[in-house]
């Protein structure tokens, strides 16, 4: 069974577009995070979830929003797309508190390309 | 803030040959440090992980990693490369509430 995984795994769409991409865990963690890879292959948090609450918001425009039903799903929404959204999304999980210092498990990510 | 450093941005290794990976980190109190690979087209795989304990960290691979407190290093080390450690690696350091990265390196390995 996949521990982290999305959906879907490639994304192509419009500029002003909304779209949705999926995120889900069996692994019984509590965080749940978002994070993009640019282009340059550089990694930054977006998001992160704790028992549904959030708890880590690093300026990302209010065109993405995530929504967590319960603490093994994290969605991520975004609102017209833009050419500068294109990127691989990454969905995380961890243990919270001191089991967080343990390593995160990532989803194979989604590749969006916004045309 | 935490932050990590990766000084290069592209190795070349011939297959069988040594790899070592540097990275720098800045944190204020004791860090917990990964690194992570990337295959071309895919997710990221936890290679090792230091939070205390042996400064020498074996992990998946074949890999392992040194950290020395005094020189606020992690580095990553493979005694004998193959083909298949081709990809991206990342170092990343952990407070509470997020990971974060460095920029990565790229390593090619040549026949």
């Known amino acids: 069974d996949t521990a982290v995984s999305q959906t879907p795994k490639y994304l192509v769409t419009q500029m002003g577009n909304d779209k949705s991409i999926k995120c889900e865990q069996n692994?019984?963690?509590?965080?749940m995070y978002w994070y993009k890879q640019d282009s340059k292959k550089f990694l930054k948090i977006m998001f992160s979830?704790?028992?549904?609450?959030?708890?880590i918001n690093e300026t990302v425009p209010n065109r993405f929003s995530p929504k967590s039903p319960d603490k093994a799903h994290l969605n991520l929404h975004i609102n017209s797309l833009e050419l500068g959204d294109s990127a691989v999304y990454f969905c995380?999980?961890?243990?919270?508190?001191?089991?967080?210092?343990?390593?995160?498990?990532f989803g194979s990510g989604t590749r969006l390309t916004v045309v | 803030a935490q932050s990590v450093t990766q000084p290069d941005i592209h190795i070349t290794v011939s297959e069988g040959a040594s790899l070592e990976l540097r990275c720098n980190y800045s944190?204020?109190?004791?860090?917990?440090l990964f690194w992570y690979v990337q295959s071309p087209g895919q997710g990221l795989q936890l290679l090792l992980k230091?939070?205390?304990?042996?400064?020498l960290v074996q992990g998946i691979k074949g890999f392992e990693a040194e950290f020395k407190r005094s020189q606020s290093s992690f580095n990553l080390r493979k005694p004998s490369v193959h083909w298949s450690d081709a990809a991206e690696y990342f170092c990343?350091?952990?407070?509470?509430?997020?990971?974060?990265f460095g920029a990565g390196t790229t390593v090619t390995v040549r026949a």
């Open positions: 990343a350091v952990t407070n509470d509430y997020k990971l974060s």
């Open positions: 979830y704790n028992n549904k609450e959030l708890i």
């Open positions: 944190y204020g109190a004791t860090p917990y």
């Open positions: 995380a999980s961890s243990p919270t508190g001191q089991g967080r210092n343990y390593g995160y498990t």
């Open positions: 692994l019984g963690h509590d965080t």
């Open positions: 230091y939070f205390s304990g042996d400064t």
